[in-house]
């Protein structure tokens, strides 16, 4: 498994924009597919968005599309979730994924992953 560290998360305005980052250390993120996934309370934890190990593919979920950009960069063992027009409904706790995959795909489904951060808060209130 790998060990993985969310940070970046914080009350917003509806409206504005976060970037949360996710990183591991003493590892190398190169084969490894990254997922964020959030959990808003009381309700399950449903994948937001995900990127392919190589290749870069990427796969978000109908309700982040054009708003929520991920992106890796292996270099620095570190993948990132660029979220902009942020409303109310994207509260919840983010939490970043991941799973050994050589492939240039990746999914949203939770229990496709392994390992897993403690989590960042976002909060999106007026």
């Known amino acids: 498994q790998l060990p993985l560290w969310e940070s970046g998360g914080a009350l917003v305005q509806p409206g504005e924009s976060l970037t949360l980052s996710c990183a591991t250390f003493?590892?190398?993120?190169?084969?490894?597919?990254i997922g964020w996934f959030r959990q808003a309370p009381g309700q399950e934890r449903e994948g937001v968005a995900c990127?392919?190990?190589?290749?870069?593919?990427?796969r978000y979920d109908d309700s982040v599309k054009g708003r929520f950009t991920i992106s890796r960069v292996n270099l620095m063992n570190a993948a990132y979730l660029e979220m902009t027009d942020l409303n109310p409904e994207d509260t919840g706790d983010y939490f970043c994924?991941?799973?050994?995959?050589?492939?240039?795909?990746?999914?949203?489904?939770?229990?496709?992953?392994?390992?897993w951060g403690q989590g960042t808060q976002v909060t999106v209130s007026s």
């Open positions: 994924a991941s799973r050994v995959g050589q492939g240039a795909t990746c999914t949203l489904t939770a229990t496709s992953y392994d390992s």
């Open positions: 003493g590892s190398n993120l190169d084969d490894y597919i």
């Open positions: 990127i392919a190990s190589r290749g870069g593919a990427t």
